[in-house]
């Protein structure tokens, strides 16, 4: 007999079903969990679509640059900004006070992104220390911080520190994750990412003849850019010098720094962020689904530690998945594991363009790599054993 979920509320900065891989993972990894007993505290200004709303919404302040400024004066902007979060932080705190105690909340779901949300929730567990806190690691902290070129101080260090040491259940994003916070905190940690239902998986695939489609379905920004760029010039040259020219689309949204850089290559084309069923069907009609992660000194733990969620949906179509990470990286690593081809980790010219060169004249056995996708995602990647083991931690 299954025991029932107890009253869980997750603090994060993006709700369950956000239309980024952040909300995906979390709308998966709770699927099936009673909608009565699950409450998403969130920034006010983000909203899900209907078909992906989980739970009951809690908006909390939103503690953001005004859009009105431009990015590149964000700097003169940042003592404002942290007056609004301590100002946010202390009116998050009385909200989600209000709803663990009128719900009777027995659980606190955590994840670390931005600072004054992982005080605001430290906060609550400390003013409510029964909570049962659970901490689930998406993106590397410190990564995150280099990433962007926070300022990693001793505080914020300390923030999590502290989320490490209170919470009753640590789960990271994968394996990679965990054996280093294993190492670097002494505690035990579980994984948890994005997976795929087995009647998602395609039964049979579908070469095709055709090589001139290539689909990144993702945003662009620090965690990818200076990859997706090596490979959108190296697809502009072979363009120039082929009468066989390829398309990069991407479907996501694009920084404001990186989107001139791209807008420059002609084979590249910006759809924008769509819907999660628009992604799938698009998946199904391109020739190679394109999966990178940065190279960049500043991204690299970022790349090393991270999962991305459109990885288990990209093997599950059954076509091409190009793996172009460093090979340290987790994502590497699975490629590795299951001999997932092509991969490459490097952002050198010549590589590159021996690739597509090698991918538009060749003719792969598409039952053989299809067989090993099959293999990754019942292996690592089946969504009922995943969010079963995520939601055993909320009993």
Request: charged share 20%.
């Amino acid at each position: 007999m299954s025991t029932v979920p107890s009253p869980t509320l997750v603090i994060a900065d993006y709700p369950i079903g956000f239309a980024s891989g952040f909300g995906e993972t979390l709308f998966n990894l709770f699927s099936g969990f009673p909608e009565d007993r699950l409450w998403s505290a969130h920034p006010r200004h983000l909203n899900v679509a209907d078909e992906k709303k989980k739970g009951q919404s809690v908006k909390l302040p939103s503690a953001t640059r005004p859009s009105v400024i431009p990015g590149r004066l964000s700097l003169t902007y940042y003592p404002f900004l942290k007056v609004q979060q301590r100002l946010a932080a202390k009116r998050a705190l009385q909200t989600a006070r209000h709803i663990v105690d009128t719900h009777a909340i027995k659980n606190l779901l955590v994840i670390p992104v931005t600072p004054w949300i992982l005080s605001a929730a430290l906060s609550l567990y400390k003013s409510r220390p029964q909570l049962n806190m659970i901490l689930f690691v998406m993106d590397d902290w410190q990564g995150h911080h280099e990433c962007h070129h926070l300022p990693y101080s001793r505080g914020r260090r300390r923030l999590l520190t502290e989320a490490v040491e209170h919470a009753s259940v640590r789960f990271a994003v994968s394996r990679e994750m965990a054996a280093h916070y294993e190492s670097v905190y002494g505690n035990t940690w579980r994984v948890a990412h994005n997976g795929i239902s087995r009647n998602s998986i395609q039964e049979t695939v579908k070469d095709s003849c055709r090589k001139k489609h290539v689909l990144l379905a993702g945003d662009i920004n620090e965690f990818r850019f200076d990859a997706v760029m090596s490979f959108a010039e190296a697809i502009n040259r072979h363009n120039g010098r082929n009468g066989k020219p390829i398309e990069l689309v991407v479907m996501g949204d694009v920084a404001e720094k990186h989107r001139r850089p791209l807008s420059s290559i002609t084979a590249v084309k910006f759809l924008g962020r769509q819907p999660h069923r628009v992604c799938l069907d698009a998946m199904q009609e391109a020739d190679l689904l394109y999966l990178p992660l940065a190279f960049n000194k500043a991204a690299s733990r970022i790349s090393q530690y991270s999962l991305p969620t459109k990885l288990p949906e990209y093997l599950a179509t059954g076509k091409e998945v190009l793996f172009h990470a460093p090979s340290e990286s987790a994502l590497f690593q699975v490629a590795e594991r299951h001999d997932l081809k092509p991969r490459i980790s490097s952002t050198d010219p010549a590589a590159l363009d021996a690739f597509i060169e090698s991918w538009q004249a060749g003719n792969e056995n598409g039952e053989a790599r299809f067989s090993k996708a099959k293999t990754a995602l019942l292996q690592e990647f089946d969504i009922d054993v995943l969010s079963s083991s995520f939601q055993a931690a909320f009993n």
